[in-house]
């Protein structure tokens, strides 16, 4: 069954929030601890969401992937956070856990590239999980390479050390 990207709507964020907590779940879970990934939750997320783009929608572009009118992945992208005019940042690529290894990934990123050549960006980066060797590798074979440059968030209570990854575009 195909799968159909088109830009996200308000009524889309609340899913969003969902998908983005089983992703996360899913792709954390060898790694973090399951405390540190039981908040916040699904609802929570999609409050987050939708909070956050009341206020990046403007400037930044969320999409969707949908299979059979259900959402089944998302990207994120918007102006770099280190303020590089010439670069884009792709905060996000999620998917349903189930929807691994189908190519939606690969689509959205397709995706997400050419909305930042069309926006003149010269470069785009990304900040990756450390110890997420799965989305490194698949950042990796899209041609993405890591810059050295670190930086650590948190995921719940668990601080997590990130790379940031970067390509021409």
Avoid: C, K
Avoid at 16 to 42: C, D, K, M
Wanted: hydrophobic share 40%.
């Amino acid at each position: 069954m195909t799968v159909t990207l088109r830009p996200a709507n308000d009524q889309d964020l609340m899913g969003i929030g969902a998908l983005h907590q089983r992703s996360r779940v899913a792709a954390y879970s060898s790694f973090l601890p399951a405390a540190a990934l039981a908040e916040p939750t699904g609802e929570a997320m999609g409050r987050y969401w939708a909070e956050r783009w009341r206020w990046e929608r403007d400037d930044h572009r969320l999409t969707v992937a949908e299979r059979a009118g259900t959402l089944v992945g998302f990207s994120y992208l918007g102006p770099d956070d280190e303020d590089d005019p010439a670069t884009g940042l792709l905060n996000a690529i999620h998917l349903d856990p189930r929807e691994q290894g189908r190519g939606i990934g690969r689509a959205l990123m397709v995706d997400a590239l050419d909305d930042m050549r069309a926006r003149g960006w010269r470069h785009a980066a990304l900040w990756v999980l450390r110890e997420n060797a799965h989305a490194r590798s698949f950042y990796e074979r899209g041609g993405w390479t890591s810059t050295g440059t670190e930086r650590e968030e948190h995921i719940g209570a668990a601080l997590t050390p990130q790379l940031r990854y970067s390509r021409p575009l």
